[in-house]
């Protein structure tokens, strides 16, 4: 089935079918976004608890939401971190509502995963942004630079990566042991 539109913003989806698959709007066009793994789902609920757990209070995580970059552009991110006074009531985050956005990166998303969306975060602010890569399970911290690209974009740098103990200061005090997040 081919889309028959590439004008679709923010507002159409709402009125998508309730039995549409999960998309994300990029550039005006519908993208189904496939079932991951079983792998990569252990990955994410077990950093969704991870979070659950140790997280301020001020703080909520979330999966399966899609975050409004701009009018033409959503995205989902596997788990984030969302300011805690967020209504919850709503489907669709704004980027000043997220405060870290992580992707588990599949092998059918490897390129958006690395590139796309990294710079569709930082360009929309959103302060942090986690990669992590499986088999073997690594973890690429970032957070916005206050430096920008040789192309006046904002971009994210990179502050830990470790396949063994992520440790930071921000978002919050962070201890996580990589290995947890496989069980």
């Known amino acids: 089935m081919r889309q028959q539109r590439a004008d679709y ?3 159409d989806l709402p009125h998508l079918p309730d039995d549409a698959p999960r998309v994300e709007l990029v550039d005006g066009v519908l993208r189904v976004t496939p079932s991951p793994t079983l792998g990569h789902q252990d990955i994410s609920l077990f950093l969704a608890r991870w979070f659950l757990q140790h997280a ?3 703080l909520r995580v979330t999966q399966a939401v899609g975050v409004a970059l701009d ?3 959503t995205r989902q991110p596997d788990v984030l971190l969302r300011r805690a006074d967020v209504r919850a009531d709503r489907s669709l985050l704004q980027p000043e509502d997220v405060v870290l956005a992580v992707e588990v990166v599949s092998p059918g998303t490897r390129r958006i995963d690395r590139f796309a969306k990294p710079a569709e975060y930082a360009a ?3 302060p942090f942004y986690w990669r992590i890569e499986q088999d ?3 973890v690429y911290a ?3 630079s206050d430096r920008l690209s040789l192309g006046g974009e904002r971009q994210y740098e990179l502050v830990a990566d470790s396949a ?3 440790a930071l200061a921000e978002p919050f005090e962070i201890k996580l042991p990589v290995a947890e997040l496989t069980g």
Do not use: Q, S
């Open 124 to 126: 929309a602010g959103i």
């Open 142 to 144: 970032y957070r916005l």
């Open 9 to 11: 913003t923010l507002e």
């Open 164 to 166: 063994e103990l992520i």
């Open 56 to 58: 301020p209070e001020h």
């Open 71 to 73: 009018a033409k552009n």
């Open 136 to 138: 073997p399970v690594h």
